[in-house]
């Protein structure tokens, strides 16, 4: 790369070594920057871990041929829109790379493979539509966890959410139903939200223990779950559930120390009416059976 002004200019912030590839070090007059460009460094492909860790960036632009961004390179800022779409060779984001900052809206390049474990947790995030990431297939633990999201849209070829994804949120209207390669749900994963309609992809098979529980549901609706096995203990805890719509012989987990809770007494009479599918209604403090 021919040096130009710009170069000159960023020299006096950063070392980088002799093809302009790689940021050697952060020199003292950036401390106080809250921006940072890197965008025209086109030979760039991995900013490691822990250069720009609790700073006060605001905006960031990357280079559009970055892979990698390491473990809590940019976590404990202050940025506030962060938008990577352009970075289109950026396949994994790793742990807590932009854990505690103040994102509100956040763009993924579409060739994303996966979110990793904490990445942006503790932020400001009210929208989140990741359904343009084609190629995104799991969601680590963690990876979302208190934020603002209220809306979320999911790749239709999302296979797995892992524990407590989008734990402590304020979604209320989850639409998977899409995601056709969703096999399972883990633990905590949409725990404490505000969650009123949910619709599940019909070959989930597995949902985790307290995957909703903590949430405004009414009516569960499990009936086009064709291929679902197994609900672990308190997946659907502690929500004002009335109605349940469900196949025969699924596999429920029952909590017996928390009997009160509605779910478990539908579990315990589910289980007590032989697994049979059906409309399950709670009428005068008790469950009821009807055919679907």
Aim: net charge neutral; charged share 25%; proline share 2%.
């Amino acid at each position: 790369m021919r040096k130009s002004k710009y170069l000159v200019l960023s020299s006096f912030y950063f070392d980088f070594n002799n093809d302009l590839s790689e940021i050697k070090e952060i020199k003292s007059l950036f401390e106080n920057q809250n921006i940072l460009d890197l965008f025209r460094f086109d030979k760039m492909i991995i900013i490691k871990n822990k250069h720009f860790q609790r700073g006060n960036i605001n905006f960031i632009y990357l280079p559009q041929n970055i892979e990698i961004i390491n473990e809590d390179v940019f976590a404990n800022n202050k940025i506030e829109i962060l938008d990577l779409s352009n970075c289109i060779k950026l396949k994994n984001i790793e742990n807590w790379s932009f854990w505690n900052n103040q994102i509100k809206q956040l763009k993924l390049p579409k060739n994303i493979r996966e979110i990793s474990r904490d990445t942006f947790a503790y932020n400001q995030i009210e929208s989140l539509d990741l359904s343009n990431c084609i190629k995104l297939r799991i969601i680590k633990p963690l990876a979302f966890m208190n934020n603002q999201i209220k809306q979320l849209k999911l790749p239709k070829n999302i296979e797995e959410i892992r524990t407590s994804a989008f734990e402590d949120n304020q979604i209320e209207s989850l639409d998977l139903s899409s995601c056709i390669n969703l096999n399972i749900i883990n633990e905590y994963a949409f725990e404490s939200n505000q969650i009123k309609q949910l619709k599940l992809p019909k070959n989930i098979e597995i949902l985790d223990k307290y995957t909703f529980s903590i949430n405004q549901i009414e009516i569960l609706d499990l009936s086009n779950c064709i291929k679902l096995k197994e609900i672990l203990s308190d997946a659907f805890s502690d929500n004002p559930l009335k109605e349940i719509k469900i196949l025969d012989n699924v596999r429920i987990h029952y909590y017996y120390i928390n009997y009160e809770n509605l779910w478990n007494k539908f579990i315990d009479y589910y289980n007590n009416n032989k697994k049979k599918a059906g409309d399950y209604k709670y009428i005068d403090n008790k469950w009821q059976w009807y055919p679907l």
